[in-house]
């Protein structure tokens, strides 16, 4: 191979090295994109363990695990067995009710009620609850109504719920999973182009002493 073809080649060479370099760093760097969702991932992971609802038990104690009930308005408001006949009250100190009674109370107006049709569902009454929108009240033993904290509850248990528990840890594992095919695929490819820079690299140094011995023996022919 003459001088103008070795440097013709060893220049073609630097430009594949250079290209081969840029690739890996690319790669590494979706690498660590792939960490930094894994990290994310597990964050959600741990917070889909701990989220926990609000459940009635009579002693606050139990299991989410042995079918308590969701706490939830007609347990509170209701007045039948198994129901505490209490009431709950928004804010700005209005009855929170489904409708309005089709009798009022004696001394009571509207003004006193917020209709709100969702109260019956358990995760929009619970929201309120937590936030505090809503604050659950008994009665004292003149019939006034008194504010009960949630932990002040002794029918209120908190617990995580195991169908939730189950559906964050299958959704954390399959991404997991998927998340380290990924990885992998892109180990193989860095793997794949270390090769090829050791090949590429292996070839300069080879076609470098050519042009050596080229530019050596040039010298030699004018010595």
Known sequence: MGMSASQARYLCLTAR???????????????????AQLDAEAALWSDGMNVQHLY?????????????????????????????????RDSYGREVVPELPDVLPEGKTPADYVIEPYCYQADYFE?????????IQSYDENGNPVDKSLEGCSFIYRGI?????????????????????????????????????????????????????????TFKAFG
């Open 161 to 217: 719920d195991a169908g939730d528990y189950a559906i964050a840890n299958a959704e954390y594992e399959e991404t997991v999973e998927r998340l380290q095919r990924i990885d992998k695929k892109y180990d193989m490819l860095i793997q794949q182009l270390s090769t090829e820079q050791k090949a590429i690299e292996a070839e300069m140094d080879s076609i470098k002493k050519v042009i050596d011995k080229n530019i050596e023996e």
């Open 17 to 35: 090295k250079n290209n081969v370099e840029f690739q890996i760093q690319q790669i590494t760097q979706q690498k660590l994109g792939l960490t």
């Open 56 to 88: 009635y038990s009579a002693d606050g104690t139990g299991s989410a695990s042995s079918d308590l009930p969701r706490l939830s308005y007609s347990i509170v408001t209701g007045h039948e067995a198994g129901q505490l006949g209490l009431r709950v």
């Open 127 to 135: 929201n309120n609850l937590k936030t505090g929108n809503w604050v």
